[in-house]
């Protein structure tokens, strides 16, 4: 019999509803209920694309026996961390304080005052390597409830008290300068691994908002090592397992230093951040690489994701059926010498082994290897090479696909508009910029109120009930202003004002400038989450920063762009000491060093051979954080555009920064010059 996880919306609590749990969503009945009933509250939070929770799922919460106890002891609640980033924020703080780490599944024992006293992550069903198994550790704090009910009490007094009292040492409220920049750079080159790219060890991440500060910092500096970094590590991702070799799109993590054996979920926010990347890699060196890259992994996107509404799915899951019925990861996507065979033949699978990395040992488990591009001493053929991978992508299309997380997060859909806008602008592909329209029509239509508030997820159509934290008012922001740069429709630079102005008001505190990750009419929880550090996408205090200062330098606003130089304190505090995490801070501080630059691009219209070629100029100019304002004389649709004429009866470009503009040109090569100058 179903649960009450049976009428959500959530994917993952969706997995749960067969249960024989009795699990609860995250609500005031719930915690109603444990003080009704006088027992503690397990809290398990998880995503839907996460290997370990479909374990502890597996293992424990579809064991009969587990859930008796469970339904019998405790009010059992289960939370969708995409969902609910705030309440996964407060628990996961709690977590890595008393712990020392954290992760998915996270596994909290609270009090009916939602106040942590227990955690971990996950619990196998029988002790292993030190761990305590769940059936024990749910009798272990059973006891200590009945038993030694006070000091559980003091001991989660005394951690909410501790979790008020870690406030942000936020610095000042001044962006950071040259010096500030430079330290942040040498920082990151002390953490590069010149042989493999990327930064650290394993295992490693795409280092994608790192990427975005090397490439702006080479563009204001021209710092060739910058650069370097940059495209090193791309090539590396590139040429990596990470990479899918033959759908495009990148898996969340490599578990090893060298990007050859991915953690082969593929979330959204990955993808939309990383195609960026590529895109910019581009504009900056013109590499075929970072060309094919960033509209393989657009392509995928666009064909694998995208939902019938129009917005796009969360993530596709790293496990799937193998074909014998057992769910294991990377069945989807890995291969053998006998399975190359199988599909192309023996003289194209010796090909296919060489070109991919295929080997008889594997370079995976039990003899199969993920896909990569090793370097090679010998030349193939490029149509040779086409054949095999369109037959390997047909062959892979008959296993059984992952499953796909469909709800519709609104911060990773601001990601994805961004960076499906600009790919398709800058390699002529419209049918990118209309699924980047269609994204942005979605989230006004479905996650937009009157007063422009956003909800958080939909899913199938149906707005969830869950309001938007500050990721998604910044994020959705940045897609909005990169549709108005590039379709040239005011619209969404009227709509991105609306979203900062919710930012100004009930996300920022008006004293110190710093910001909060909730509204402050939101659900209150035991602590009001505030990080402004990038982890696996841009923190909401970054994205907002660099959000805000993209409106201001269109607008002209004063009060957006003062709250973005506030912001950007944290990231002169920060920056030097911990670039790897605030990646996308210094790409906004960058931009605000940059100006940014604000380009006006007038023309008698949109479809005029040379209004086009300016504009098309200014967007694939390198300046940081530039923004680009198009259309015709007198159009109030930008404010940029305003008391600027055409130049002898010619389309023209008018550049200005700090306050100070450049003379109007009509050539194509002046602008050029000046955007990369």
């Not at 024989?20 to 009933?37: G, N």
């Not at 100004?504 to 990750?517: H, N, P, Q």
């Not at 605000?592 to 949109?606: F, K, T």
């Amino acid at each position: 019999m179903p649960n009450r996880l049976a009428h959500e919306t959530s994917p993952y609590l969706l997995q749960h509803a067969d249960n024989p749990v009795d699990w609860w969503p995250w609500s005031a009945e719930a915690f109603e209920e444990a003080r009704k009933r006088n027992v503690p509250v397990l809290l398990s939070i998880g995503y839907s694309s996460c290997h370990w929770c479909h374990v502890m799922a597996h293992e424990s919460f579809e064991d009969q026996q587990t859930a008796e106890y469970l339904n019998e002891h405790y009010v059992s609640v289960k939370v969708d961390r995409e969902e609910r980033p705030d309440v996964d924020a407060v628990y996961m703080e709690a977590v890595q304080a008393a712990t020392g780490h954290g992760g998915w599944p996270m596994t909290v024992f609270l009090t009916p005052e939602a106040e942590p006293f227990y955690f971990g992550t996950y619990f196998p069903p029988a002790p292993r390597q030190g761990m305590p198994s769940f059936q024990q550790v749910l009798q272990g704090v059973r006891q200590a409830w009945e038993e030694r009910r006070d000091e559980v009490t003091e001991v989660a007094g005394k951690i909410v008290r501790d979790l008020a009292g870690r406030e942000i040492s936020y610095g000042d409220d001044q962006a950071p300068g040259e010096q500030e920049l430079a330290q942040a750079l040498l920082a990151l080159t002390r953490e590069y691994d010149p042989q493999r790219g990327g930064f650290g060890g394993a295992p490693k991440f795409p280092p994608s908002m790192a990427l975005e500060f090397l490439l702006r910092h080479h563009a204001r500096t021209g710092a060739e090592g910058a650069l370097q970094m940059a495209r090193d590590t791309c090539e590396r991702m590139a040429r990596g397992g990470i990479y899918d070799q033959l759908g495009g799109g990148f898996a969340r993590y490599s578990v090893d230093r060298d990007w050859i054996v991915p953690h082969f979920e593929k979330m959204l926010y990955d993808n939309a951040l990383l195609c960026r990347v590529y895109a910019h890699l581009w504009r900056a060196t013109g590499s075929e690489l970072a060309r094919r890259v960033a509209l393989e992994t657009a392509d995928f996107m666009v064909r694998e994701l995208r939902t019938v509404e129009g917005g796009f799915a969360s993530a596709l899951d790293a496990d799937s059926d193998d074909g014998t019925g057992k769910h294991v990861e990377g069945a989807y996507y890995v291969w053998t010498p006998g399975q190359l065979s199988e599909a192309l033949g023996e003289q194209d699978a010796e090909l296919a082994a060489r070109y991919f990395g295929v080997t008889e040992e594997g370079t995976f488990e039990h003899g199969q290897s993920v896909l990569q591009l090793p370097q090679q001493d010998g030349l193939f053929d490029a149509e040779e090479v086409a054949s095999v991978r369109e037959r390997l992508l047909a062959k892979r299309a008959e296993r059984p696909a992952p499953g796909r997380d469909d709800k519709v997060v609104a911060a990773w859909n601001g990601l994805s508009i961004a960076a499906l806008a600009e790919t398709g602008a800058y390699f002529d592909r419209p049918d990118l910029v209309e699924a980047a329209v269609a994204a942005g029509d979605l989230l006004v239509r479905l996650h937009l109120d009157e007063q422009a508030r956003l909800t958080r997820t939909s899913k199938d159509g149906h707005a969830g009930a869950n309001a938007g934290v500050l990721e998604d008012y910044a994020d959705v922001a940045e897609g909005f202003l990169a549709l108005a740069s590039v379709t040239g429709e005011g619209v969404w630079l009227e709509f991105a004002g609306f979203l900062l102005d919710h930012v100004l008001v009930r996300f920022t505190d008006a004293e110190s400038g710093a910001l909060f990750d909730t509204a402050a009419d939101a659900e209150r929880l035991i602590r009001r989450p505030q990080d402004p550090t990038d982890n696996a996408a841009p923190s909401g205090w970054t994205a907002a920063a660099n959000a805000l200062l993209g409106y201001a330098a269109h607008t002209g606003s004063e009060p957006h762009r003062t709250a973005a130089r506030k912001a950007l304190g944290v990231v002169k505090a920060l920056g030097p000491r911990v670039p790897r995490f605030i990646g996308w801070g210094l790409a906004a501080a960058e931009a605000a060093l940059d100006g940014p630059r604000e380009v006006a691009i007038v023309g008698p219209s949109l479809d005029h051979e040379g209004t086009r070629a300016l504009h098309r100029t200014a967007l694939l100019g390198t300046a940081p954080g530039a923004v680009v304002a198009v259309g015709s004389p007198g159009s109030e649709e930008f404010p940029l555009l305003a008391d600027r004429p055409l130049v002898g009866g010619e389309p023209a470009a008018y550049v200005c920064r700090n306050f100070t503009c450049d003379a109007p040109t009509t050539e194509v090569d002046r602008l050029r010059a000046v955007l990369s100058d």
